[in-house]
């Protein structure tokens, strides 16, 4: 993207996502749906996915496929599933996998590059070998780093790596390491999220159990904080909540959420937002791949949301970016006048310093987060909602 994370050419165009809904292991905090692998299971699905790619009428602005685990996938599964997908794609389409250090190769990133893919987003989560364990992660730093290197190496000029922070037992001293080892790395984007305690998830119930204690409050702010002087002073713009880029490597496919724009969600437990309707598949893949191979629904709930609804739910997640809401913008988008639809909050959110007016020629023509309502955003995003 050449002229910032304004510019929205493709904004009447889907994105596509595919959920790869197999890992090795489950780490310890996640509570994104998925199973353990099996080529069996693994080769149904794909065919499932790629019939229902077939009946998808294209092109899509952005392809990304994420999970679980997509590079569990074996190569041959992999090439078929990019392929179906690469033939969706418009021209220029950004197409983002997600990789985990663990089961990245050479083989399959040659694979990618034959395919078409021209982003990868690799699960790093940490450099710290310990925090990786406590986490329940299965690769180690070192793999990490070579994933990242190995990537570029092989041609990969767009890179995305995760990292979390706030893990238990981390402290700002250690956060600091993390971040400096991540711009020493060649990348383009960095997503830094904060460790939540998802109900369900062993960490969650570890923590009940009191087997674990979180990171206080303060500390994880002053980590986030960290995150968000440092990163832009080493070159990656803070142009989401949790995301930083280089000029030109912000994520498109989820500027597209952010934007509320429309998109396609395949595979179990993924979304789908087309013409103002939700849509949520089934979160079970062998009832998944049943379905889609009879060709039935694989939709469980489905909601037609109202015109309201709609433009609450655009300021609800595109107060996150860090152009925030542009009023003229919001009106051409959602046909409402921001400031009329969302008085109470925005009185509520700038009083408490949440929010503040960005002017434009003498006028207030939008909103934004200030610093301390990047802390509180989701509380922020509630509000408006
Ligand atoms: S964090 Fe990623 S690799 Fe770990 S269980 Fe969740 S989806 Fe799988």
Redesign the pocket.
């Given at each position: 993207m050449k002229d910032g994370i304004m510019q929205e050419k493709n904004e009447m165009t889907p994105s596509l996502y595919i959920h790869i809904p197999f890992?090795a292991k489950?780490?310890g905090y996640?509570d994104?749906y998925?199973v353990g692998y099996g080529r069996g299971p693994a080769t149904a699905y794909v065919e499932a996915l790629v019939g229902q790619m077939g009946a998808i009428r294209g092109p899509v602005s952005t392809v990304f496929i994420g999970?679980?685990?997509p590079t569990a996938l074996e190569a041959p599964l992999l090439r078929r599933l990019l392929r179906g997908a690469g033939r969706l794609a418009a021209a220029g389409a950004e197409f983002t996998v997600e990789a985990?250090p663990e089961s990245l190769d050479a083989g399959k990133l040659g694979l990618f590059l034959d395919e078409g893919v021209n982003r990868l987003s690799i699960?790093v989560q940490s450099f710290n070998d310990k925090k990786l364990k406590r986490l329940g992660?299965i690769h180690s730093a070192k793999k990490a780093a070579y994933a990242v290197m190995l990537s570029r190496n092989k041609g990969f000029k767009d890179l995305n790596i995760d990292l979390i922070f706030g893990a238990p037992g981390e402290t700002p001293d250690d956060c600091s390491s993390e971040l400096a080892r991540a711009v020493e790395l060649p990348v383009t984007h960095i997503s830094s999220y904060g460790l939540t305690y998802e109900k369900g998830t062993p960490l969650y119930n570890a923590r009940k159990r009191g087997e674990v204690i979180p990171v206080d409050g303060e500390y994880s702010a002053r980590m986030y904080s960290l995150a968000i002087e440092y990163l832009p002073a080493h070159g990656f713009r803070h142009y989401e909540v949790s995301n930083f880029a280089k000029k030109g490597f912000e994520c498109r496919h989820n500027l597209n959420y952010w934007r509320n724009g429309e998109y396609i969600g395949l595979g179990p437990s993924a979304v789908s937002y087309i013409g103002g309707v939700r849509k949520r598949n089934i979160s079970d893949v062998r009832e998944y791949v049943k379905r889609a191979a009879a060709g039935k629904s694989t939709t469980v709930s489905s909601e037609r949301l109202s015109g309201d609804r709609k433009a609450k739910e655009t300021a609800a997640v595109k107060i996150r970016t860090a152009e925030g809401i542009d009023f003229g913008w919001f009106k051409g988008k959602t046909g409402y006048d921001f400031l009329k639809l969302e008085s109470d909050a925005v009185k509520k959110l700038s009083g408490a310093g949440l929010i503040e007016y960005r002017v434009s020629k003498g006028k207030r023509a939008g909103i934004a987060l200030t610093e301390k309502g990047f802390l509180f955003c989701d509380t922020v995003s509630s509000e408006l909602m």
């Open positions: 890992c489950k780490c996640c994104f998925s999970g679980g685990t985990n699960g992660r």
